[in-house]
């Protein structure tokens, strides 16, 4: 069976530092792969998405950049955190074959940035 | 026109009765309707899913009633339990196209005992 990790849970960084937040998926091969950001209390915004390795797209402008280094890697970065990035980021995955429209996110990382 | 328009924001039930949330779109490409469920601290789960060639699926206590004509489809959640507080989102994906879903923002679902 499939299964989506992410980490770390949880995360309290000051203003200004790197970003690094990983999400591996195991059990299937070459899925499509997605970061969302979710803020207290709303709905979910589409930040990157891949349909294969080094293939990233960005939904929205910001300082946040991803890499998928590895079929099953998905990697959220930054250089310098600002207060606005604070938020729960969930990483998911879809089948790229014929069951491709469902998807399964992961446990969630916490980011609180002071 | 890439938008799932959800409502209500949130809703408050009483242990037993029936919760409605409502979802309505515009693109008519829009061809895979999943509802998800996220309890605090916890990322999405899939609760139940349909395809427009019917109007309605039913798994246990969870009805999606889907209306092709006017754009709308619904979860209904029969005989509400305070396990089922949580968080419920609506997506819609054209499965011929990008592969996004796009959600709708959200209803929290508290259930009183």
């Known amino acids: 069976s499939q299964t989506i990790h992410q980490w770390p849970a949880t995360l309290v960084q000051p203003v200004g530092s790197p970003l690094s937040l990983e999400c591996t998926v195991e059990?299937?091969?070459?899925?499509?792969l997605y970061w969302y950001r979710q803020a207290a209390g709303r709905g979910l915004q589409l930040l990157f998405y891949?349909?294969?390795?080094?293939?990233i797209s960005s939904e929205v402008p910001q300082n946040l950049s991803a890499s998928r280094p590895q079929d099953r890697q998905f990697i959220l970065s930054s250089k310098k955190l600002l207060l606005s990035d604070s938020g729960f980021y969930l990483c998911a995955w879809s089948d790229s074959g014929g069951a491709k429209d469902t998807q399964y996110f992961g446990p969630g990382t916490r980011l609180t940035v002071l | 026109q890439q938008q799932v328009k959800q409502s209500p924001q949130s809703l408050i039930v009483q242990k037993g009765g029936i919760s409605i949330i409502n979802c309505a779109y515009e693109n008519t490409a829009f061809d895979y309707f999943p509802w998800y469920q996220q309890f605090p601290g916890k990322g999405p789960a899939l609760l139940i899913a349909?395809?427009?060639?019917?109007s309605e699926k039913k798994e246990g206590r969870f009805t999606i009633s889907f209306n092709k004509s006017a754009k709308q489809f619904s979860l209904h959640i029969m005989d509400s339990q305070p396990g089922d507080s949580a968080t419920y989102f609506c997506a819609a994906k054209n499965e011929g196209g990008s592969e996004k879903l796009v959600f709708g923002k959200g209803t929290k679902l508290t259930v009183n005992p």
């Open positions: 349909i395809r427009p060639d019917v």
């Open positions: 891949s349909v294969g390795i080094g293939q």
């Open positions: 059990g299937t091969s070459n899925p499509n």
